[in-house]
């Protein structure tokens, strides 16, 4: 009992939570309570694991932690300090430092190479490119990567993507590591891979390590089991002996110096947010005060995620009818934003703001441009419309190949091609007589000019 009160006493906890809230859509008819009463504490060199049923609030719990859910009522103390009082800056200067995140989906960035994109951090932080690349070498070779560091995420399978975002987190040297579902998507050994990472992460480097997980197969590498249903904290385990947990781990899966011995799988496909796609354009060019204000958007995906699933099919299917009225000319631009912004309750279609505008906006660029095809002029239109996709996809062309793009898209306004033989030929490679984008630029460009042309014809 003294023994307790001792170890009370010399530690702090790092994370502290009192009487957390956090409802969505308060007062709708879409209300969620995603945390009810939340009381946690955390301490420095603990492992917690938050564990439940999908929708049970882990991962709202988890960006609370991460300054990254603003509570409805309650408070989250880091180190001792408020970190909703935080400034732009200070928040920006939290997500840099004081903790690293590890997600589900990864979220590297697919134009980066491996090394940038463990870099990428410490590039906002202006440290010099030597010191940044020893860093992430180190990383790199602990975690058995090195091999990948000049290759592209695409070209990596899934277990070690999330190894490079591993190494990402930890480049700052942040005292927590916040982990949502890390292994979620892995195939059961690179599973077993990374949640050794993470418990050695603990052990050997002294991390705080908060991890949320489904899977009751985890739940012995963590000191500290928080139990959750239906928002709420149902039940506080904590696990003792740490020791004997050790001793039971896959002994082939301890990191040993020198890295680990793993091959797997390429995935082709990568699965890049919309909105990460965004950044990722918007990327080049920037300051790195512009870019560290980027980071929180960043580790915010999945909060943007939820905001689109929250949407309800009734709010979906009304908005689609008011974006006919709007086609049919029956409202205007104005009024469409408008009433995607309105309330449910007042007959709206209650989307947040911000999203209606950016949506409205879109719309309206894609309509206007689409009035303006002529199919009498039809060259200065293609010129046009190549100006407009070079412009609205971020493609970057100088003015020789745009006017390549603009011969392609006269071959489709002449019907000479279909829209799988424009694809093609922007996307097969110069020497073909192609425009050399990557596949999914391609897409993207015939997606959007296809789009102008329904667009056109239908009115
Ligand atoms: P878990 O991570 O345990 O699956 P979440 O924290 O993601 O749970 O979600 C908890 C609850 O809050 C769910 O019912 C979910 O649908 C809801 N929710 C999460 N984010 C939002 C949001 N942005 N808007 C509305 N509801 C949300
Ligand atoms: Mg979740």
């Known amino acids: 009992m003294e023994n307790n009160l001792e170890i009370k006493k010399n530690k702090i906890p790092n994370v502290l939570i009192t009487d957390l809230n956090v409802i969505y859509n308060q007062g709708k008819p879409n209300e969620v309570r995603s945390l009810e009463g939340i009381n946690l504490e955390i301490m420095p060199q603990e492992y917690v694991i938050i564990f439940g049923p999908s929708g ?253 699933f929250s949407m309800t099919n009734d709010q979906i299917e009304k908005a689609i009818k008011k974006l006919e009225d709007f086609l049919y000319a029956k409202i205007t631009i104005e009024d469409f934003t408008k009433e995607l912004d309105m309330p449910l309750e007042k007959g709206g279609i209650g989307w947040d703001k911000r999203i209606a505008e950016r949506f409205s906006e879109n719309i309206k660029q894609i309509t206007e441009q689409a009035n303006s095809i002529s199919f009498i002029e039809r060259d200065k239109t293609a010129w046009e419309i190549a100006d407009y996709l070079n412009i609205r996809l971020k493609l970057e062309l100088d003015d020789e190949r745009k006017k390549e793009l603009a011969t392609i898209v006269l071959d489709r306004l002449d019907n000479r091609i279909g829209k799988e033989e424009f694809q093609k030929l922007i996307d097969f490679s110069t020497k073909d007589n192609g425009l050399d984008f990557d596949k999914r630029t391609a897409v993207k460009i015939a997606k959007e000019l296809e789009m102008l042309l329904l667009l056109r014809y239908s009115n």
């Not at 860093?135 to 000049?150: D, H, N, W």
């Not at 039971?248 to 890295?259: C, I, M, R, Y």
């Open 56 to 308: 049970c609030g882990k991962s709202t719990l988890l960006y609370s932690i991460a300054g990254l859910q603003k509570p409805t009522s309650g408070t989250v103390l880091i180190d001792q300090e408020n970190i909703s009082s935080y400034s732009k800056k200070k928040t920006a200067w939290f997500h840099r430092r004081k903790i690293g995140m590890v997600f589900q989906a990864f979220y590297l960035i697919g134009s980066l190479s491996i090394i940038k994109n463990i870099c990428l951090p410490k590039i906002f932080d202006g440290v010099k490119r030597k010191e940044r690349r020893f860093l992430a070498k180190e990383l790199l070779e602990r975690f058995g990567i090195s091999e990948q560091a000049k290759k592209f995420p695409s070209e990596l399978s899934g277990g070690q993507k999330q190894r490079v975002s591993i190494a990402r987190s930890l480049i700052n040297d942040p005292d927590i590591i916040l982990a949502d579902e890390p292994v979620g998507n892995l195939d059961s050994k690179s599973s077993q891979i990374v949640m050794t990472i993470l418990k050695e992460l603990n052990e050997r480097d002294k991390k705080t390590v908060v991890l949320v997980t489904h899977d009751p197969a985890h739940l012995p590498y963590g000191d500290k089991i928080v139990h959750m249903m239906d928002g709420k904290i149902i039940k506080i385990e904590i696990i003792r002996k740490k020791q004997e947990i050790r001793e039971a781990l896959p002994e082939s899966f301890v990191l040993k110096e020198g890295g680990i011995e793993e091959r797997g799988e390429l995935i082709k496909e990568e699965y890049i947010p919309l909105n990460l796609r965004h950044l990722m354009r918007s990327f080049r060019g920037l300051t790195s005060n512009q870019i560290s204000n980027l980071l929180v958007p960043f580790k915010a995906q999945q909060i943007f995620a939820h905001l689109f």
